[in-house]
């Protein structure tokens, strides 16, 4: 069992960046890749970018290439996102899952969640 905790979310101007974390207990992140999914009120969970175990592998949605980094410190169990260059439309919850395999952006692929974290930008 793994527990995921998203923290950094928060309101910030369009252009301004902001940094989450994802933190895990109870089993070691370098076991997975990690994902990085948002969703706003009414539509789906969409992917945003995610990273494999070692870090050697990334991926990116198109809307965010560029402006955000997915980066990872196995000995700190810790994820994080940057994301620079923020759009009012980057607002959403953003969430951090698990999985194991090939990386994907698949949402069906990911076992083990977080609660998000609420991140608004403002124009």
């Known amino acids: 069992q793994v527990q995921l905790v998203e923290s950094g979310g928060g309101l910030v101007q369009a252009g301004g960046s902001l940094r989450l974390s994802c933190a895990a207990s109870?089993?070691?992140?370098?076991?997975?890749?990690i994902g990085w999914f948002r969703q706003v009120p009414g539509k789906e969970r969409e992917f945003v970018a995610a990273?494999?175990?070692?870090?050697?592998?990334?991926a990116y949605a198109d809307s965010v290439k560029g402006r955000f980094t997915v980066s990872r410190d196995n000995a700190k169990n810790r994820v994080d996102l940057q994301m620079n260059s923020r759009k009012p439309e980057d607002t959403a919850v953003y969430f951090c899952?698990?999985?194991?395999?090939?990386?994907?952006?698949?949402?069906?692929?990911?076992?083990?969640w977080g609660q998000g974290t609420q991140v608004t930008v403002s124009s």
């Open positions: 899952a698990t999985e194991r395999g090939p990386l994907t952006g698949d949402i069906d692929t990911y076992s083990y």
């Open positions: 109870g089993r070691a992140l370098s076991d997975y890749n």
């Open positions: 990273i494999s175990p070692l870090g050697g592998n990334t």
